[in-house]
């Protein structure tokens, strides 16, 4: 896989953050199993509720465009170490992820980085498994 490429485009989609309150920019790529990546960034609100992570924007802009599976996410952001997706990024990414061999990139630039598996930052997932027979339809 071409981590230094993934990680660049989170490094430039940090750029288009809009984070005029916290000053916090992070950036993310999500490559899809099809070979696309997808990019995004965060996107602040002043009420802080309304705020979408860059890993999420990067999912929903996947997802919106048809593709389902994924294959990994590089996150970049301005806090200079590695930067974990938050909680619930992280359990948005566990919808489409399978778990043990999705990677989760956390880079503070193309040639430092470190690479976990979904699994890992996410033990003790409740995904669609954990749902009684019965309870969700078309899944």
């Known amino acids: 896989m071409d ?6 485009q989170a490094i430039e989609a940090k750029q288009s953050a809009y984070a005029p309150y916290s000053h916090f920019r992070v950036g993310a790529a999500l490559l899809t199993k099809s070979g696309k990546i997808y990019s995004g960034c965060n996107v602040e609100n002043v009420s802080f509720s309304a705020t979408n992570c860059a890993e999420r924007t990067a999912v929903y802009k996947a997802v919106s465009e048809g593709e389902r599976e994924f ?5 970049n952001g301005d806090n200079g170490d590695y ?29 430092d980085y470190r690479i976990v598996t979904l699994d890992r930052l996410l ?17």
């Open 3 to 8: 981590y230094q490429g993934l990680i660049a």
């Open 71 to 75: 294959a990994a996410i590089a996150v």
């Open 83 to 111: 930067l974990p997706p938050c909680g619930v990024c992280r359990q948005v990414l566990a919808e489409f992820c399978d778990m043990e061999t999705f990677e989760v990139v956390l880079a503070n630039s193309e040639e």
């Open 123 to 139: 033990p003790g997932a409740f995904l669609v498994k954990n749902l009684k027979a019965g309870d969700v339809s078309d899944v």
